[in-house]
DNA sequence: GATGAATGAGTCTTCATTCAT
DNA sequence: TATGAATGAAGACTCATTCAT
């Protein structure tokens, strides 16, 4: 490989730019796998291919990493919501659908999973991160969602139900399969439970059942 | 000293038999709190109060201490699935809500939802742990709410859905609700969000209107 | 030596009262020898005879250790000169030589000049202690000599001087000494320089000589 | 865009000749303010205005800049003490006022002071530089001093006193104080004490006093 | 059994020094 | 020559664990 080179690789590179983002991914993997406090910064560094001095010189400390960590990744989702602005003419049952789907695909199957993950199990610690993660990511989530139920149940697509309370129950279960993702699922690789897009499809099919208004039922 | 006490100090003896369970309670707390990592035998040893000392003469250290805190909240959990087979005469909705309600009243509302919460955030440092509790808790769990869903279904009460994954997603919102009083929610208490009767009265209630065979729809 | 012994020596002693003062002893001459910073706990440590955990057992930290270094040593200083209220019927002449060899003897010679050299060195880095120190240290210091010699001045015994600065002066040779005892002296010990007793004598001869009003001067 | 400079970048070349004075006087102040190991290589090299690996350019590491300190300090100070050979027809009562107001002016006011108070500090970490202090300031000084002395005694202008002793302890209260200016008093600023000028004015009143032979005492 | 003083291995953090640019 | 990103050894501090009392 390196026969033809006449020059040494060096030491080490100069990566200013890049640096950041890659130490944020490295701290992501290491805090979701193994929490905060048992999280060796000496780990971060090596699986961001760095000296653990280097951390410091692009973030002020563990705690800073954390923040850093959560606000970076969250950020973009929180620009997301706000541009979800749902303005569709499709039928509430398929915007409810393409929420879940959307969710799952934008939240769900990405490392933000892990992100709801962290924060679960670090809320103790970093109460000031859950509330930020609660009033930034979870309330505005539910809004949205429940904003197309109640849109349902003026146009007379779905009966009358508690909009509120079932933006959480709709959401509860990929929430909670996110989660799962990152903290059991690993150590029970083996077992091939059911699948996220089985699991997806039967709740989906469960939802829009039990909330739109049918002459008849031919199932 | 001790001369005329027939019972050598009965209070000392008491207190030796209650002081696991004590340790146990402390431990607990502790640990759904901060996570495993963070949590400070010190702080555990004075929330049960003794000396630090104490704690080895019990367990033989962090990592038993944690075991012996998952297992012995466990095991109850366990012997009570076991017994409960749901021979009964009830409809099967009957029994699908009787069972939601019972697991909440049984783990949701209690300690051993901390239990979970421990569970899913140290999940990638106690792999054991997590696979015992998969396999123990978890699987019967999900397989005795599939049996009540299957017989609805052979009786033909329920419509025919996907009894494996829907056991999971019935549990799903009870689960994440379970998880989140033991870490968000203490962040949040201000907000006064949905209550937890809200939320299942509005899980049950979606649940079984999207289970159910029924003539006509009259709501 | 340990032959005879049939009870091989325990690995540490307990020693919880005298621990704080081995403490400190050992803290002071590593801070003396080598100043604050360059000063490490292991060092402290070792020279107490315990390990690097003990001493947290009893001070916070180095800011900590160094404080109660400098605390304890001078608070039974700053006692005594409360005490030591000058009223005698000697002359002031007199009363002026048993303060400066007093002084030596009490503070000069002792411990208590590492202090003084310790606190020049590390004004910088620690203004509170250094302004401590001058408030309750150096300032009643000067002025018990200001009115040692004010009294002088009263009574006709010396001539009129400027009292407040003259003790300052008359201090100086000894505080210098004090200091360069702990710091430069220990580097030149072959050069045998003029002895503490040698410096003294002269001093005290010097001071006396032009405060004295004399008739004649047969010397 | 140097093209059409003939003499290439004149400003960079000065700069370049300037650069060791600056970064010397820059380290000076960090080393007397905060002391040797306190002193951060990063603080020095922002004072100078340079970045930080510029130093290594200029001083192989942070003992070789200490030393470099001080010996470019100190090496003036030498040459003059060589050059002040005292030959001179003034009485040797105005040849130790100049010495000592010569003294405080060349020393005591000076960044020498500096220099004084950091080796005061640091002659436990650096033995050699504190006896090369020693032996080419203290003693020379001394000698010089003792020197005038001396003169004096021989000419019968001064008593018969003992002139080693007596040069150090003359020079005491200046040394002293040029130390005290940088090491306490900039924590004790609002308490005004006795100034600079006064201290000299009543030093040199009472040495002379206590020196000189007088036939009457007028005062 | 109970205690808590003592230990020392493990981590975070700093900073002198190096070196690619 | 100048820079400052990168390094890694050193040192402060924590805490699980041991053990004298």
Not at 57 to 80: H, Q, S, T, W
Not at 185 to 191: E, L, N, R, T, V
């Amino acid at each position: 490989m390196e026969m033809l080179s006449p020059e040494r690789s060096p030491r080490w590179e100069r990566r200013k730019e890049r640096r950041p983002a890659e130490l944020l991914a490295a701290a992501l993997d290491c805090f979701v796998e193994r929490g905060f406090a048992a999280t060796r910064l000496d780990d971060v560094a090596a699986r961001a291919g760095v000296s653990k001095g280097t951390l410091y010189l692009y973030y002020a400390g563990k705690d800073e990493l954390f923040m850093a960590v959560v606000r970076e990744n969250i950020i973009p989702l929180i620009d997301e919501f706000r541009r979800e602005v749902t303005v569709s003419s499709a039928s509430s049952a398929e915007l409810l659908r393409r929420f879940l789907l959307g969710w799952w695909a934008r939240v769900g199957e990405t490392k933000l999973a892990g992100i709801a993950k962290l924060i679960v199990a670090e809320a103790g610690n970093f109460p000031d991160v859950a509330r930020f993660f609660h009033d930034e990511v979870t309330l505005p989530n539910h809004q949205l969602l429940a904003g197309i139920i109640e849109r349902g149940m003026r146009s007379g697509e779905f009966r009358a139900i508690d909009a509120e309370a079932s933006a959480q129950l709709f959401l509860s279960p990929l929430v909670l399969r996110a989660i799962w993702n990152h903290s059991i699922q690993p150590c029970c690789a083996d077992i091939c439970p059911i699948s996220n897009e089985r699991m997806l499809t039967a709740h989906i099919d469960m939802v829009l059942r039990g909330l739109i208004i049918q002459a008849a039922d031919p199932t």
